[in-house]
């Protein structure tokens, strides 16, 4: 049997991260078995619907290399895959379960639900809606809804249990006396979720349906109306939520606990690599062995089962993340590294886009001269502004080095030496500091007031690193800012 599964994301805001997941799996289960990944876009609720949300979710998918097989921009045999779009086959659906005594009409009002349901709270008893018209005939069924276009409610078998053999959770049991006759349409026909999408589902032959645990709920009703259509079932498999820092709650869109990234697009923008992040989040209920963190994406392929997805939540844990991410920093090879962080400071429009081969050979140097302090594709901007600037931007913490006392004679020397130094490298640099250290006796400050007055910051890279990325003429340039802005404090 050939695996096809699905990700079915609605338009509606942000990729959650717990939503990346759960479409992660699918398409590990895909590619472990050789089978098929859908993309499907859940669409019906044009109420809720964000302008750019669609165009989010595509790019989202395809920066993480979630590629999918049939589906939007790549099309399919089982088309189209906006569910707006297959409303016909949704109503073809109704039709066949009305016509075969499976569903029925119902004109009960809003208003006497809740009369209803308000008598079933006083009696104490649960309250399980029959409508009057269940035990219509098909055919019946079938002129009145023509006839009236009015909602459309499944009819539950009672004295049923439904059992459930889910491949994370085992064996679930539902008593049908439970459940009352559900809608499946509302008044004019418009097919509800439920009917929407085991229909959808059965139709575009999906074999495994992997999504989130809190539409479990939904699947009672989805089997009863796959039994009723006559179709096979695909496997489910729930997934557990992805829990907030700590374990203990899930982790909220609408209000994610603070310093937390929730949206995928967020750590697109803060600089992780598709790599590692696929890593973390295959991580996240899913395990290799007891022991291994880092795993290559080919290697999660081949090893990936439902059979070791936990049912317990899933703690998303920020710094492990990060580790995560660092390693797969670590092991990038310099070229590849500087050429993913070239996007990141055309952006912030410190260098051409494109890039000159001038500021490329800089930014060279920067990367090799930060070494592993470049954690984040977007740490280049941190510490690459200071060189990449055409001005000096002195941080107010640096400037306090440059308010203390000698400050500006020591800088006023150093230009000098700086202005006739040769050649101008790394170990003449060093030595010339040296000199003008020993000759004004301001010890280890001179390399704060060095750095403060050639950078403007008071972290980087080491300031003898600094200096000669920098080049002399801007170095003559800032120290010579320095001092004009000591001289303007000092009135």
């Known amino acids: 049997m050939e695996v096809r599964t699905r990700f079915a994301p609605s338009p509606t805001g942000y990729l959650h991260i717990g939503g990346v997941r759960t479409a992660l799996f699918n398409w590990l289960l895909a590619r472990r078995h050789g089978g098929q990944f859908i993309l499907r876009i859940d669409d019906t609720d044009t109420a809720r619907h964000v302008d750019d949300a669609l165009t989010k979710i595509f790019e989202g998918m395809r920066w993480l290399g979630l590629d999918w097989d049939e589906g939007p921009d790549v099309g399919g045999a089982h088309g189209p895959y906006f569910q707006s779009q297959r409303t016909d086959n949704h109503v073809a659906a109704i039709t066949q379960l009305l016509e075969s005594g499976k569903a029925y009409p119902c004109e009960t009002s809003t208003t006497e639900l809740d009369e209803l349901r308000e008598a079933a709270k006083a009696a104490k008893r649960p309250f399980v809606f029959r409508g009057p018209n269940r035990d219509m005939s098909g055919s019946e069924a079938l002129a009145l809804w023509k006839e009236k276009q009015c909602a459309v409610r499944f009819k539950v078998p009672q004295g049923k249990t439904t059992v459930l053999l889910d491949a994370i959770r085992g064996a679930v049991e539902w008593r049908t006396d439970m459940l009352g006759d559900f809608t499946i349409a ?13 229909v959808d589902d059965i139709e575009t032959k999906i074999t495994h349906v992997v999504r989130a645990e809190e539409h479990l709920s939904n699947t009672h ?3 009863l109306i796959a039994e009723g259509l006559g179709a096979p079932l695909p ?34 923008q803060a600089g992780y690599l ?19 963190e880092i795993m290559s994406r080919q290697t999660i392929i081949e090893n990936f089962s439902l059979d070791r997805v936990t049912s317990a939540p899933a703690g998303l844990d920020p710094d492990k993340m990060y580790w995560i991410q660092d390693q797969y920093m670590t092991a990038l090879p310099a070229d590849e590294k500087i050429e993913l962080m070239m996007p990141f400071l055309v952006r912030a429009g410190l260098v051409a886009d494109p890039p000159t081969p001038e500021q490329k050979a800089v930014v060279a140097k920067i990367e090799k001269a930060c070494g592993d302090r470049l954690k984040l594709l977007s740490d280049i901007i941190r510490y690459g502004a200071m060189f990449l600037r055409e001005e000096l931007v002195i941080d107010p913490k640096a400037m306090k080095h440059l308010r203390k006392p000698g400050a500006e004679e020591v800088l006023a020397k150093l230009h000098a030496t700086f202005a006739t130094l040769e050649p101008f490298d790394l170990a003449t640099i060093e030595a010339a500091v040296n000199d003008v250290r020993e000759e004004t006796g301001v010890g280890g400050k001179i390399n704060h007031f060095l750095r403060a007055s050639t950078t403007g910051e008071t972290v980087g890279p080491g300031v003898f690193d600094c200096i000669e990325i920098l080049g002399r003429e801007k170095v003559l340039k800032n120290i010579e800012t320095a001092r004009e802005k000591i001289a303007a404090e000092a009135g």
Do not use: C
């Open 235 to 268: 496997t489910f498999a729930h997934v557990p939520y992805v829990a907030a820092p700590g374990g203990k709650k899930k982790l909220s869109k609408r209000n994610p606990p603070p310093g937390v990234m929730v949206a995928l697009e967020e750590y697109e």
């Open 186 to 198: 509302r008044d004019g026909g418009k097919p509800l979720y439920n009917l929407a999408s085991i």
């Open 221 to 223: 009703p989805q089997l």
């Open 274 to 292: 598709p790599e590692a992040l696929v890593n973390a989040l295959a991580r996240l209920g899913w395990s290799l062995d007891d022991h291994t």
